[in-house]
């Protein structure tokens, strides 16, 4: 078979639960204006759409792209995403390896995430107020301070490390007071949440949570009143609702 004869490639982007064929207003990933559309079995469906690549790189147009895919697609489906750049040989072997022969798996997925998404929430110190506090709240923090007052970085060398340990242990401790007062408030809304890394000192929470949809106005009146309560010193950045990418994020083996 010449390569003009070939079948194309297919990107994936989702599973979902459709058994009539669908075409979406999206165009495909790759810039080409690829039909993004539903590939079947029994009443499981791949969402995908033709490519000339095999391997896309993580830039922001490609991601974006991908992203804008899923979301038109959950605005009517409930969806189990697939990894960025997943790129099947043809369409026969998305049916056969991932269809067919991962229907339980698949189905039984989308059973557990039917109706629900996934909201996002990072909070951050502002980090003049947090050190403010921690100096204020901590006498031996301030004293220690106070006595580094007019001695030089070498005269002082030790009882600067221990100070800067003391504040950083501070701010671990206040890190998860802030914390779970937070989540205290999220979690009667919440089915499942995941915690990722911290990333910076200023960070105090970076989660995800699977929610419902009848529950993503009272989540968002949670956070309304926790920036209220706490906007004086932490910033929230909060984000739905996206893809279930931090519950179900399925790898394809084609």
């Known amino acids: 078979m010449t390569d003009q004869n070939k079948p194309p490639l297919q990107y994936v982007y989702c599973i979902i639960r459709c058994p009539e064929p669908r ?26 759409s033709d490519s000339v690549a095999k391997e896309y790189d993580n830039s922001r ?8 895919v899923l979301e038109e697609v959950m605005k009517e489906f409930t969806i189990l995403p697939v990894r960025f750049g997943t790129v099947a040989p043809t369409t026969e072997s998305v049916v056969g390896s991932v269809l067919r022969r991962r229907y339980d798996e698949l189905s039984g997925l989308l059973v557990e995430m039917d109706g629900r998404i996934e909201m996002g929430l990072k909070a951050f110190w502002y980090e003049e107020v947090i050190f403010k506090e ?11 301070r106070d006595k580094l007052v007019g001695r030089s970085p070498e005269q002082s060398y030790y009882d600067r490390i221990r100070l800067g340990e003391m504040i950083a242990s501070a701010m671990d401790r206040q890190r998860d ?67 279930p990418y931090n519950f179900v994020n399925i790898v394809l083996h084609v």
């Open 23 to 48: 075409e979406f207003n999206t165009r495909g990933v790759g810039e080409r204006g690829d039909v993004v559309h539903t590939l079947h079995y029994r009443e499981l469906a791949a969402v995908l």
């Open 61 to 68: 147009r490609n991601m974006m792209a991908h992203m804008m």
């Open 134 to 144: 921690i100096i204020e709240t901590n006498p031996p923090i301030r004293q220690l």
């Open 177 to 243: 007071i802030d914390a779970e007062l937070i989540l205290s408030r999220l979690r009667p809304f919440v089915h499942k949440t995941v915690l990722n890394k911290t990333i910076t000192d200023r960070m105090i929470l970076n989660a995800a949570f699977l929610t419902s949809r009848e529950c993503e106005p009272d989540m968002d009146r949670t956070v309304q009143d926790l920036d209220a309560r706490m906007g004086n010193r932490v910033v929230f950045k909060y984000v739905g609702s996206v893809p």
